[in-house]
């Protein structure tokens, strides 16, 4: 599968001598469109998504654009990611691959995915206590992209 990835050497271009900020910044950006292997299932319970569409918002835009902010000298988002990170993480996508102990989902079904990785998925046991009234469902994190839907709320039909 074609991804774009940043953390990784950036592709070669000669930037013209008058170019822009934007051209110049993008020339030294560690981005680059990636074939990456298919993924598979982590767990017995987690789905497989295929992207339909996928945003890329201020947190991508700025880890492209390599704008930290005026007195930031690193990636502000290296604490929450793992790298190289697949660009573009608000998606759309068309369940794919059920595991045999996914439940709530089906085959051909369209979700929408949410990029935080919940307790579950992480190993956190026992699971952190809920928040009430916050979509993101525990205290410790949000949840994750392609887990058991009946364990965190990520993963949902459109």
């Known amino acids: 599968m074609k991804a774009l990835v940043y953390g990784v ?12 900020a934007l051209t110049r910044n993008l020339s030294q950006s560690p981005t680059g469109l990636r074939q990456l292997p298919e993924p598979r299932l ?32 690193d990636n502000a988002m290296a604490a929450f990611c793992s790298f190289p990170q697949v660009m573009g993480h608000e998606v759309v996508a068309d369940v794919v691959e059920l595991g045999p102990q996914a439940r709530g989902l089906a085959v051909g079904q369209r979700v929408v995915l949410n990029p ?43």
């Open 42 to 73: 982590l767990r017995p319970d987690w789905v497989i998504t295929r992207p339909r569409l996928t945003g890329i918002c201020g947190s991508d835009s700025k880890q492209i654009l390599m704008d930290f902010g005026e007195h930031d000298a």
């Open 9 to 20: 050497p950036p592709e070669p271009f000669e930037v013209p001598g008058d170019a822009n």
């Open 116 to 158: 935080w990785l919940s307790c579950g998925p992480r190993g956190i046991e026992p699971p952190c206590r809920p928040v009430p009234a916050a979509t993101t469902a525990c205290a410790g994190a949000s949840p994750t992209v392609t887990s058991n839907p009946e364990s965190t709320p990520g993963c949902r039909p459109t």
